[in-house]
Structure formats: C-alpha cells, structure tokens
C-alpha cells in the first residue's frame, strides 16, 4: 500500500519540482512574466504529467530498460501533440492563451524525470497521484514566481486570469499598484533567474530554522538537473 | 509474468518493442490529425473572421470576405491575398497583410482600406517585440494603432509618414521607437502597395 500522503508531500514541497529537484527550469524562466500564465503553463504541465504517468505505469511491465528512454519519449510527446491538437480544435479560446506553453511541456524534462524516477516502478494508482502532485508543485512554483514578477513588474497580481480560468475568475484579478511605472526588468529574462534565486534563499533558509529548531540534520538539497 | 521477463532481455524484444510503440503513437497522431483538422481550420477561419470584422467596419461589406480573395505579387513577387468587401457586388474596401521588419522579428499588420485608399483600421496580429516596451502595438495593450484611421498617402503627406522623432505625425513609445516606426513603415507600404494595385483590386471579377 503506497503512502500517498507522504507522496503529495514530497511532490508539493519536499521534492518540489522548481525549488528542490530544479527540474524544468526552461518553461519556468519562459512562462513566469505574470502569475496567470505561471498558472496557466502548472496546470498545462499537470494533466500532461497525470496522463504520462498512468500510461508509463500501466505498460511498466512491458518496457525493457534498454529501450524505455525512447519509448517514454514517444509517449510524451504523443500525448502532448494530442493535446495541442484537441485544444486547438475544441477550445480554440482557451488554446490562443496557452497555446504557447503546451509546445514548451515537451521540453520539460520534468515530465520524462517523474516517468523514469517513479512511474516505471510504481503501480498506476500511486503514479497517478505521483504526477498530480508533482504538477502541483510546480503549479504553486510558477504561480509564486510569476506572482513576484508580475507584482514588482507590473503593479498587478494575476492580470487577464479571467481570459484563463473563464469570466467567473475575474474577482482574481487585483491592481495592487494603480499607476505604477512598471519595472521592464522584472518581465525580461534576467529577473526570473533574479527571483528564482531569491525564493531558493527562501526557502532554505526555512527549511535550515525548522530543522534547527527541531535539532534535525538539514534536508538535503538535489542538485542533480537538465536545465 | 516470468516468460515476459525471460523475452524482454532478448535481443530481438528491444527493436521489435520500439517499432510497436513508434507504430502506435504514429498511428494515434494520424487519427488525431485526421480527427482535429477540419475544425482546427475552422477555428482559424473564426479568427481570420474577427480580425478582419476589427480593420473592416461593418457597413463596408454584405459579402463573405474569406470567398472573395484576390492574389496579387508585391513588389518583391511574394502574392499576397487581398480580401475584398463588397456592398451589393461594388468593391468599396479590401483587407490585407503587411509586414515589416520590427525590433525582434517580423511585425505583421492586418490592414482595410476603402476604395479611395482611406485607411479603416489596422491591427497588428503577430509579433515578437519586448513586453512592456513594444507591445503597446496591440490593441489589447494600447489605443495607439487606431491613430492610423482615416489616414492616407496624401494625409498627412508622404514625408509626414513617420514618427515624431524623425519629424512624423505618429507619437512613438518612450524606450521604443523601432517598433512603432516599423508598424508606421508597415502601414504605408500597405497603402503604397493597395495604390500601384488599385485598379486590379477594384475591378471586381
């Protein structure tokens, strides 16, 4: 019986896709000029990562470990074709705003990482939850980072998420800043890896308090990563 | 379970396992392209509709617009379609891209004129410039496209044709002045290009 709470956890916060494993780190810079789109390209990543889990899981069997690379690779980028293909066709709308970021999954070695680490050796109930709570986790990353940069970037806190989530999401929507002259860097490139960083800093720094204050050795920090 | 074990360590199982899932995922591509194709071009259709309805006001056509196409070569000899709008058969504007080359890439402009060469509307519909700085382009981000309405190769004159900074009548945006200058070039080689073409476009056969 697999332990799905500690899965979540660890897909949520311990083994953070963005700011432990540091996996996926290209859409992460792309996508995260806002906080919608941070959200918009988590949840994107999610159901790809549900999908591509269960299906690795469920032909584990069946795969070799000779050639289980390619295959993945296959599957993945199947799926994310089919995907891109049905969005473009039936919810044209919804492909226009993220339409960019579902081409960008392939390159999110994430998806191929959480199919080798846990889905190939997992049964399909625990790699299900595996990839929901991996795709969470980066959710809440590029949600966080995005929110950082849009709101000294900007002066706002998830602009246009109505044009995401549907008109009934419109309430999210906050000027925080009313006529603020923006800060361009912050939506360029550099400031992401600026942010990224900083969030890092944060959270080890936590982590060190909380095991300092219960006396525990210090998590240890993945550094293993593509790009 | 013990024989797939005994088979998966064989040589043959490796290119034979490949084969099957390429020939799978190929075959569930085929389908999803043959499934999503018809209204993926649909969809584009839609779109190519509404932009075209934001440069063409309505009162300029009753026909379709996407069923009356002309192409004609630029000036370089690439064709470019041209959308005619019709009132009761008469051709009184056409619609039509034009593209020049702005801070990042290419910037291209959606364009209607009325038959006297009278601009209706622009829009740009792609680009790649800077967020924040060059993307005030959009409308979604600007008004500053709709400066270009009613305005046309004799008003202002040819040398007005420009931004501010290079003594034109169009402002240009503080930290951005290629990306404006370029849609300002962009739009007058339109008007250049529906003015050496007029008679072709108008004729209306």
Partial sequence: MADYRSIMKDGLWNQNVVFTQMLGLCPTMAVTTSGTNGLGMGLATTAVLVASNTIIASIRDFVSPQVRIPVYISLIATMVTLVDMSLNAWFHDLYKVLG?????????????????????????PAAV?????MGLGFTLALTVIGLVRELVGAGTLFAQ??????????????????????VLMMILPPAGFLVLGLLLAAKNVYERRKAASASASPPAIAAAGCH | MSTLALWR???SYQPLSLALIAMLTSAALAIGNLATHDDILKAEERDLQASLAQVLPD?????????DTLKIAD????????????KAGVVNGAVFQTVSRGYAGDI????????????????????IETPGL???????????IRDFEGKSLGDPPPEKWAVKKDGGVFDQFAGATITPRAVVKAVKGGLEFFAAHREEILKGD
């Fill in chain 1, 129 to 133: 939850v595996d990839g929901l709570a």
């Fill in chain 1, 161 to 182: 998420a109505s044009l995401l989530l549907g008109p009934k999401f419109a309430f999210m929507e906050i000027t925080v800043l009313p006529n603020y002259g923006g």
């Fill in chain 2, 134 to 144: 060059g993307d005030k382009i959009e409308i979604a981000k600007a008004k500053w």
């Fill in chain 2, 59 to 67: 009162a300029y056509a009753d026909n379709d617009l996407l069923k």
């Fill in chain 1, 100 to 124: 960019l970021f579902i081409a960008l999954i392939v390159a999110n070695c994430a998806v191929l990482g959480r199919a080798e680490a846990f889905a190939a050796r997992q049964p399909v």
């Fill in chain 2, 75 to 86: 000036a370089e000899g690439k064709p470019r379609t041209i959308y005619r709008a019709r």
């Fill in chain 2, 108 to 127: 291209v402009v959606l364009i209607g004129v009325d038959a006297t060469g009278r601009m209706l509307g622009a829009r740009v519909i792609k680009h």
């Fill in chain 2, 9 to 11: 360590d064989k040589l």
